[in-house]
């Protein structure tokens, strides 16, 4: 079975600071990776995703997370954070060949953005 | 266009009793996908329906139960409830079954089992 870990819990950074949250997972077939992001009082939303090609990937709002298949990682960055990216960051696999559709999520990282 | 709609947005329950928890998928949208969030942690897949089949289960007990209606929405179902029940579960939709068609979540329903 796939896991994911998330390795900072809570990540505090002053506006314009830049910003990388780790991601590592255990599997040893093809995978799909995500980042979903839930700001305060909404709902998850997708960041970006990786499904094959190019590991360096851009999602919205300036983010990107770049694939690194030796090392099993989808590390999230941002060159300079904004007060609005004050948020709950979660990092997930879907594993080929599992038979479903179903997405195995880290613990998260909550990030606080002080202006 | 509505997002993911789950009703109802909190609820609480007596450890033994039963609970049904509602979820819309994005009109058009076919997979219906259930996930359980206990504070502190990354969502836990539960379910995945697809056209009204089961398509995917997860490491929960038998009193975990869930189907989908021909008009694709969802329900899930909790029997014997325990105090562990207690989290956000959430629902989330896709076009297709298939990890290319991404996920969309709704606001969850916060369970607390006292």
């Known amino acids: 079975a796939q896991s994911v870990s998330q390795h900072n819990h809570h990540v505090i950074l002053s506006e314009a600071a830049s910003l990388e949250l780790g991601c590592n997972y255990s599997?040893?077939?093809?995978?799909?990776l995500f980042w979903y992001v839930q700001y305060p009082g909404q709902h998850l939303q997708l960041l970006l995703k990786?499904?094959?090609?190019d590991p360096l990937v851009k999602g919205i709002k300036g983010f990107e997370a770049e694939f690194i298949k030796s090392k099993f990682s989808f590390n999230l960055r941002k060159p300079s954070v904004q007060w609005s990216d004050t948020a709950e960051y979660f990092c997930?696999?879907?594993?080929w060949g599992a038979g479903s559709y179903q997405l195995t999520f880290g613990k998260g990282t909550k990030l606080s953005v002080i202006p | 266009d509505a997002g993911v709609t789950q009703s109802p947005t909190h609820l609480i329950k007596t450890r033994g009793q039963q609970v049904t928890l509602r979820c819309s998928p994005i009109?058009?949208?076919?997979?219906v996908s259930w996930y359980q969030q206990v504070l502190g942690q990354g969502p836990q897949f539960i379910f995945q329906?697809?056209?009204?089949?089961?398509?995917g289960r997860g490491n929960f007990p038998d009193r975990f139960s869930a189907r989908q209606f021909p008009n694709y929405s969802s329900e899930l179902n909790v029997n014997a409830l325990l105090l562990g029940d207690s989290a956000l579960y959430l629902c989330?939709?896709?076009?297709?079954?298939?990890?290319?068609?991404?996920?969309?979540f709704g606001n969850g329903t916060r369970l607390t089992v006292t």
């Open positions: 997930a696999v879907n594993a």
């Open positions: 599997y040893g077939g093809t995978v799909n």
């Open positions: 990786y499904f094959s090609g």
């Open positions: 009109s058009g949208h076919k997979s």
């Open positions: 329906y697809y056209e009204k089949e089961e398509r």
């Open positions: 989330a939709s896709s076009h297709e079954t298939g990890a290319n068609s991404p996920l969309h």
